[in-house]
């Protein structure tokens, strides 16, 4: 069995982070089978599409993608391939590294972001000159389907953020439901308004293991979170659907430090870790995590970490560690 994994690097550092991380994912021997595809700025500026249809259909077919990031594009690439995957829950862990150093060395939690609808729906209009209005969307079947990927993952339980107390149609659906799909599977739940937890993450990171969370919610909070560990070089995350998934780093494009050669490979890396979770090869999935952590700990680290070294040479450093 060869699985087809789509590789999309994009702009940026995303050309950058991602020949590494399939560097990795090839060292293991497993037999994938790479198709490179191109989205994002570069693409769009040469063909007046961000998000080219062979790149779509692939990512649609594909076992799994490696997603680099993409610039300005971002929002017309990267929802619709979430979409493509038809992608309910996006999975972002935070931890904090031995040998780096963290504003909060305890955080070890992982957010389960909705990631098909809330306020990222796209329905936005200009009603007059003065007003614009945006439409919340919020479904019992989403909230549902996202609340059963939480007890899988979380059977001793988690915490879900919302902000019942003030959208109390939209939210208070969104609780009712994942409270519901939790009680029937006899997982606890405790809840957390959104404001306040952003708070307690900061203060108390370590009372927190997973995080269930609305859509925008969740991607504020685990950007917040990356603060908590070291920066945005660490954190890699996955876009699960039914059956395919689309695994990423949260960075962007870093324009201030693109074409340097000194991007952290690291969230690269740990994506593809968390892309062979999903394809079932949990134990090559360590092996990456573990020597990611090896390095982190002895270095060579990237400036972003304190660290002189290129990407080049930690990604050379995690090879040999595998
Ligand atoms: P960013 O994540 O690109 O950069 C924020 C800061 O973190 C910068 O100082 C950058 O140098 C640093 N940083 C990020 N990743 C790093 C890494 N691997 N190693 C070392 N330092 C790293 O976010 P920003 O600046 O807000 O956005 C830049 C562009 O990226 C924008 O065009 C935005 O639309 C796009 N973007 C794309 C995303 C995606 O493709 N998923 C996600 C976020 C932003
Ligand atoms: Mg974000």
């Given amino acids: 069995m060869s699985e087809e994994i789509a590789v999309v690097a994009g702009d940026g550092i995303g ?38 249809e062979e790149t779509y259909d692939l990512v649609a077919s594909a076992d799994a993608t490696l997603f680099g990031s993409v610039g300005e594009s971002a929002a ?23 040998g780096v150093d963290a504003l ?12 098909s609808e809330g306020v990222y729906k796209g329905i936005e209009s200009k009603l007059t000159a003065d007003v614009s209005t945006l439409t919340r969307v919020v479904t019992t079947s989403a909230s549902e389907r996202l609340a059963e990927y939480a007890c899988d993952y979380a059977p001793e339980g988690f915490t879900v953020a919302h902000k019942a107390n003030v959208m109390r149609e939209t939210d208070g659906r969104f609780l009712d439901a994942v409270e519901g799909v939790a009680d029937e599977r006899g997982v606890e739940t405790e809840r957390a308004l959104m404001d306040a937890l952003a708070m307690h993450l900061c203060l108390r990171p370590e009372e927190y293991d997973v995080v269930v969370c609305p859509n925008l919610a969740g991607d504020v909070l685990s950007d917040l979170a990356a603060g908590l560990v070291g920066g945005l070089g660490l954190l890699p995350s996955a876009n699960v659907g039914p059956e395919r998934g689309v695994f990423e780093p949260v960075h962007g494009t870093a324009p201030d430090i693109a074409g340097e050669g000194v991007a952290n490979p690291c969230a690269a890396i740990l994506s593809a870790a968390m892309l062979l979770d999903f394809l079932g090869y949990g134990a090559d999935a360590d092996r990456v995590r573990d020597a990611v952590e090896a390095v982190l700990e002895d270095g060579p680290r990237t400036p972003d970490l304190g660290g002189d070294a290129g990407t080049d040479d930690v990604a050379a450093a995690v090879l040999d560690e595998l």
């Fill in 15 to 52: 050309r950058e982070v991602v020949p590494p991380a399939v560097d990795v994912l090839d060292a293991l021997d497993r037999g994938f089978e790479f198709v490179e595809a191109d989205a994002g700025d570069a693409v769009l500026e040469a063909t007046g599409d961000p998000l080219p």
């Fill in 76 to 98: 017309d690439v990267i929802l619709p391939l979430r979409e493509a995957v038809d992608s309910f829950v996006n999975v972002r862990p935070a931890k904090a590294y031995p």
């Fill in 104 to 115: 909060r060395p305890e955080t070890d939690l992982v957010f389960l972001r909705e990631n």
